[in-house]
């Protein structure tokens, strides 16, 4: 079995994730529950051009404190000018399964779902640099030899992605395009070099995508492409090689297979490169919020159209002009617990951006024991 290496902070400390205002940081420096921009030593160290170890993205995570992403635990007092720069752990380890057999990253480690403090579809934004460094392309060859990035997935350990099903067996492999290797770490499809809008001086890029070729395709056995209400739309694929992890490629996390998932209403993210509305594809990868529908409000709508939703699948969004569309099939919708989790993989729509039609997700946390039963070392 080939070890996978992480830096974990030495000091796993949750107790700072707090709806008190009063916490303490990771190096155990009493502090204060502040916006991060209010904190004084963490704009000094954690500068907008800074390129983030892993060490110090733990630190960022481990920092997060009461419900809101944004605030972190500042040793400054209430955005007093008093600097207190962190002090970062520094050590490396190498990462052990946390059960026998589990080759899954580990939220409660920060192995999975990191996310800087960021500020910076259809309906959509671009996102930052490194923003969903979990997000993955999946290239195709048409017949005449035309090659276009189709769909989406999740990386969810160094080897596997997490897609839908219906990307890797569909009447378009059956006539002859080819599913060909997947991507990650891309920002924008259209540069040779990912960077952001700073001065040549000042600007940040980001690490080349990664491409990899694939060992094996891995459909949920319940999946029919030719039912007209498809369920267990899930599928994996095991990359032919592993992959490096870095700032801008690192998996997100499953949910736990008990978890309830987010209430209706609740606001959760979809992310990809498909339509924006304004022309096919995205070059740059896109992000957007949408609600949590109910689910029978769902069942009853697409009965409509006479689909049945089943209870492992999930709906979202049905607002006008913001939704998951064509290419971003495959792709996560997250939640962040505080990491990141990937609650849902886009499986289908009515059109796109229609108000009133929830897109319909495959619920992850459904599955979450099948893919434990199929990833290996």
């Known amino acids: 079995m080939r070890t996978a290496l992480t830096i974990n902070s030495l000091i796993v400390y949750f107790g700072v994730v707090l709806c008190q205002e009063a916490c303490q940081t990771p190096d155990r420096l009493e502090g204060v529950c502040i916006q991060h921009h209010e904190c004084h030593s963490f704009n000094e160290y954690f500068t907008p051009d800074r390129i983030l170890s892993r060490d110090e993205l733990n630190f960022l995570q481990q920092s997060q404190c009461g419900l809101d992403p944004t605030h972190v635990c500042c040793p400054d007092g209430k955005g007093s000018s008093t600097e207190q720069v962190p002090t970062l752990p520094l050590t490396t380890t190498a990462f052990t399964p946390t059960a026998s057999g589990d080759i899954l990253p580990n939220p409660r480690n920060l192995e999975c779902g990191l996310d800087q403090l960021s500020d910076r579809i259809i309906g959509g934004t671009d996102t930052s640099l490194d923003e969903f460094p979990w997000f993955a392309l999946l290239k195709y060859v048409s017949k005449n030899g035309v090659e276009a990035f189709k769909c989406g997935g999740s990386l969810i350990n160094r080897r596997y992605v997490l897609t839908a099903a219906h990307c890797l067996d569909n009447k378009y492999l059956d006539a002859g ?28 890029c980001a690490d080349p995508p990664q491409n990899f070729g694939f060992e094996e395709i891995i459909l949920h056995p319940g999946f029919d492409k030719n039912d007209r209400s498809p369920q267990h739309d899930i599928a ?11 700032q801008f490629v690192s998996p997100v996390c499953l949910p736990d297979a008990t978890f ?93 951006g229609l108000e009133g039609w929830p897109g319909v997700y495959t619920r992850v946390s459904s599955y979450v024991d099948w893919i434990r039963s199929v990833v290996r070392a």
């Not at 924008?188 to 070099?193: G, P, Q, R, S, W």
């Not at 606001?267 to 070059?283: E, N």
Request: charged share 25%; aromatic share 6%.
């Open 177 to 204: 395009e080819r599913f060909v290797n997947v991507r990650l770490g891309e920002h924008d499809t259209a540069m040779e070099l990912d960077c952001d809008e700073g001065s040549e001086v000042n600007r940040t």
């Open 236 to 246: 994996l694929i095991r990359l032919d090689q592993d992959a490096v992890l870095n």
């Open 260 to 352: 309830a998932g987010s209430p209706t209403g609740r606001k959760v993210t979809i992310a990809g490169f498909g339509h924006t509305g304004r022309k096919r594809f995205s070059g740059i990868k896109q992000k957007a919020k949408v609600p949590i529908i109910d689910q029978e409000q769902c069942r009853q709508k697409w009965s409509n159209n006479k689909i049945t939703i089943g209870d492992k699948q999930m709906c979202a969004g049905a607002e006008f002009n913001i939704d998951s569309c064509t290419g971003d099939s495959g792709g996560p919708l997250m939640s962040q617990q505080p990491n990141w989790i990937v609650e849902g993989i886009v499986s289908y729509g009515y059109q796109c």
